[in-house]
């Protein structure tokens, strides 16, 4: 299996995974900035939350982690936090923003 579907898979894991407060998933809310595979087994990514002080974020950070490592052609995750550039929800897909009203 290439990087490509190994990352389309990885993208729909994290389409099962929602913030507790807001009805979409962490991907359609403009939450992961990047998604690198590295080898064929470790996979990096790269991630924001809405605010900086998010309640839930260990347990978002932990799902992400969990289920991405679930997979069964991964063998190591590194989820790496940051805030810059910080998250507005013009990151957001087109589907999220009509699904929250912002369309």
Known sequence: MG???TEGIIVEVLKTIYDPEI???????GLIYEIDVYEEDEVKILMTLTAPNCPMADQILEEVNEKTKALPMIEDVTVVLTFDPPWDKDMMTEEAKLELGFL
């Open 3 to 5: 990087k490509r579907e």
């Open 23 to 29: 009805p979409v998933n962490i991907y359609d809310l």
